[in-house]
């Protein structure tokens, strides 16, 4: 934590305390928000650096992702859509939140090693650097939102599906798989500097994750092949809420589902406090294990 304080000769010099008092530590995070974007432009220009299709890559992969599950679980499964929707367009709406979510956790659970050479050399509240590694996540994601929008027209023209009014809601709704995932993520971080095989352990479990949330197919065709005494704790995957609330926004014929929805909030206000007291405690001693 850093402060200002008067030396003997009345002038001002600058003290960085390890862990100062909450009050300082948000103000600090405002006076710094600059960095955040700073450090947004930064991995977008990185990850594009030197590429020829640069920004094209974050519509490309969601794409080609859309269509490889569209085939093996619209055709070759031939699984049923939500309501009137076509195939693509119901997982290409679960694809967004999903992604969201999980590059959120990913960027979040690995900050003290991936921006341990930042962190050693200057101050600022280390929460920046997730944070703008999420902002960089978002972007991406209204990126991928447009090219949705532009499904929806292609399949209003060719298969005559109109979206719902709700449709102008769902960037809004993208801060709900932002706020799980970031707030997981800083749950995650000290542990994953401590135990180095929560580094690879947490691709792997997104990996499942992307199969085990209906992203690739309805949730109705999920809960219905679930035994009915487990289908109530299916509904409680939180990054399900915020996949089913992007899809209730879009398809008309979606009934809004609650218990998703609620757990999704439950989660969220649960790991704000346990995130961020976790991390914080990370802040103190990653130097000593990095």
Not at 59 to 66: A, L, R, T
Request: with cysteine; aromatic share 14%.
């Amino acid at each position: 934590m850093k402060k200002k304080n008067r030396d003997d000769s009345g002038g001002l010099k600058t003290v960085i305390e390890p862990n100062g008092k909450n009050y300082q530590y948000w103000k600090d995070i405002w006076r710094y928000r600059g960095l955040a974007l700073n450090l947004a432009k930064r991995d977008i220009t990185v990850r594009y650096k030197q590429t020829v299709i640069g920004l094209g890559w974050s519509i490309i992969s969601p794409v080609i992702n859309m269509l490889i599950m569209t085939f093996i679980f619209g055709s070759v499964a031939n699984l049923q859509s939500d309501g009137t929707a076509p195939y693509d367009v119901m997982v290409y709406a679960g694809i967004i939140p999903w992604t969201l979510f999980s590059k959120n956790l990913s960027l979040a659970s690995t900050t003290f090693l991936s921006s341990a050479a930042l962190m050693k050399k200057v101050y600022f509240p280390r929460i920046i650097s997730p944070a703008g590694g999420s902002l960089a996540a978002l972007i991406d994601s209204l990126i991928s939102f447009g090219v949705l929008l532009l499904i929806i027209l292609i399949s209003h023209l060719t298969e005559g599906f109109t979206p719902s009014w709700r449709i102008v809601l769902v960037p809004l709704l993208f801060v709900f798989p932002i706020l799980l995932g970031f707030f997981i993520g800083l749950f995650l971080s000290p542990l994953n500097i401590r135990f180095r095989d929560l580094n690879q352990a947490i691709p792997f479990f997104l990996q499942i994750g992307q199969y085990v949330t209906p992203v690739a197919y309805s949730f109705a065709v999920a809960c219905a092949a679930v035994p009915e005494k487990f289908r109530f704790i299916y509904s409680l995957n939180p990054v399900a809420g915020a996949v089913n609330v992007v899809r209730w926004c879009i398809i008309p014929d979606n009934e809004f589902h609650w218990p998703s929805f609620i757990s999704m909030l439950v989660f969220i206000v649960a790991f704000i406090p346990i995130g961020i007291k976790a991390f914080r405690k990370g802040e103190r001693t990653f130097v000593d294990l990095v």
